[in-house]
């Protein structure tokens, strides 16, 4: 990719127009948080660009990356058990629920034309909403997913989450523990991370806004399902694989690729698994590139 096309600032959130939270009650009456960072009405057909985030995260990890979307309007939904989201069940916490409560929210919102980015759990979700939103997608973004993951890889993402579900005293303290466990991230972006995660308890303490019953769903393979929806997707897909992943391997990237209809893979350097924090700048650049297409 040329280094020429975009030149993207990064802005930190505070910079941007005012970040507000709006809620959707899904068809199964959970009650999910919808991030704006833009002001703007929306308009009727309006496009925009849906992110979605990864496990244990919430939309806040989007704050930056959204400049990449302009002139876009950008939207982030927490997850179910996430952010600023009703807490459920453990047992609604599946990633088909999870897919459900996306599809409600896109059609409650009357979102007519979209661009799903999911990262991680999230391109996951995306890519079961994918058939009963079809109609409404411009284009589809993978960060960093794909069949074939390894269960090792699964359970390290499970249980850095499980060991990150402790008290703090200081926002300070989560900041450090983020450090300490993702040393590619940006320590800016991570700075947000730690303010935006965390609420505040009823002992005083400071814990992460997530449902600590998240971990409790097992996950199951389900590469051979995910091959078909890929087979299925018509729209134009960005595949965006952090270079030093050990999620989504190379091979199984390349292969993804051949298997949709119309997709561009993008090896970000480095970057890991959080592509998106990791190498911020890169990232944007891709995804500025394949919105400006879809415009």
């Known amino acids: 990719m040329s280094e020429m096309l975009l030149s993207i600032e990064s802005v930190a959130p505070e910079d941007q127009d005012a970040i507000t939270t709006e809620y959707v009650e899904?068809?199964?009456?959970?009650?999910?948080?919808?991030?704006?960072?833009?002001?703007?009405?929306?308009?009727?057909?309006?496009?925009?660009?849906?992110?979605?985030?990864?496990?244990?995260?919430?939309?806040?990890?989007?704050?930056?990356?959204?400049?990449?979307?302009?002139?876009?309007?950008?939207?982030?939904?927490?997850?179910?058990?996430?952010?600023?989201?009703?807490?459920?069940?453990?047992?609604?916490?599946?990633t088909e629920i999870h897919a459900q409560d996306l599809v409600s929210v896109v059609q409650k919102l009357d979102l007519r034309r979209i661009v799903l980015v999911g990262h991680s759990l999230g391109a996951d979700v995306s890519l079961r909403a994918y058939a009963r939103l079809a109609d409404r997608m411009a284009g589809l973004v993978i960060v960093d997913y794909g069949p074939d993951t390894s269960n090792d890889a699964s359970a390290t993402v499970r249980k850095a989450f499980t060991e990150s579900a402790q008290p703090y005293s200081t926002v300070g303290g989560y900041h450090d523990y983020l450090a300490a466990t993702r040393p590619l991230a940006k320590t800016s972006l991570l700075r947000n991370f730690a303010e935006s995660a965390l609420r505040c308890h009823v002992d005083g303490s400071l814990?992460?806004?997530?449902?600590?019953?998240l971990v409790k769903p097992p996950t199951l393979s389900r590469s051979g399902q995910i091959w078909e929806e890929l087979r299925t997707v018509r729209c134009p897909v960005?595949?965006?694989?952090?270079?030093?992943?050990?999620?989504?391997?190379?091979?199984?990237?390349?292969?993804?690729?051949?298997?949709?209809?119309?997709?561009?893979?993008?090896?970000?350097?480095?970057?890991?698994?959080?592509?998106?924090?990791?190498?911020?700048?890169?990232?944007?650049?891709?995804?500025?590139?394949?919105?400006?297409?879809?415009?």
């Open 26 to 94: 899904t068809t199964g009456g959970v009650v999910i948080g919808v991030r704006r960072w833009s002001g703007a009405t929306l308009l009727p057909d309006e496009p925009v660009a849906l992110f979605v985030h990864g496990f244990g995260e919430g939309a806040f990890v989007w704050d930056d990356a959204v400049n990449a979307a302009m002139p876009w309007q950008s939207m982030g939904i927490d997850l179910r058990g996430h952010g600023n989201s009703n807490w459920a069940d453990w047992a609604s916490y599946q």
């Open 207 to 213: 814990r992460l806004k997530a449902d600590p019953d």
């Open 238 to 295: 960005l595949l965006l694989r952090g270079l030093g992943s050990s999620v989504l391997r190379a091979d199984v990237a390349r292969r993804m690729v051949d298997t949709l209809a119309d997709a561009r893979l993008v090896e970000v350097p480095l970057a890991g698994h959080s592509v998106m924090l990791d190498n911020p700048e890169a990232f944007k650049r891709a995804l500025a590139e394949f919105l400006m297409c879809r415009t």
